[in-house]
Nanobody, 121 residues
């Protein structure tokens, strides 16, 4: 069994900053990559940023230069530093991890329950 627990969401004014954290726990053999997706009301879930542990990060065009993703493989944790927030960043942010568990031969995608980020104008 595995859990992804997000934290750090909340209400912030436009131009402000928030930092999201997501910690993975359970019978994990290896984490290949972790990332953040978001879903605004009435819209599809979209990739915000992702990082391959030991590899590169990639970002949605809409957040480049404002958001920074980082990972700590020792803690099985990924962070998303969000700066210069805009009202259009308002969404539920979901943590995603591609991990191989002790019960499996290959990696699979797992999701957190989400954390709400609200940016007021």
């Amino acid at each position: 069994q595995v859990q992804l627990v997000e934290s750090g969401g909340g209400l912030v004014q436009a131009g402000g900053s928030l930092k999201l954290s997501c910690a993975a726990s359970g019978s994990i053999v290896r984490i290949n990559a972790m990332g953040w997706y978001r879903q605004a009301p009435g819209k599809q879930r979209e990739l915000v940023a992702a990082i391959a542990f030991g590899g590169d990060a990639n970002y949605a065009d809409s957040v480049k230069g404002r958001f920074a993703i980082s990972g700590d493989s020792a803690k099985n944790t990924v962070y998303l530093q969000m700066n210069s927030l805009k009202p259009e960043d308002t969404a539920v942010y979901y943590c995603n991890a591609n991990m191989r568990l002790t019960s499996a031969y290959t990696g699979a995608n797992y999701w957190g329950k989400g954390t709400l980020v609200t940016v007021s104008s």
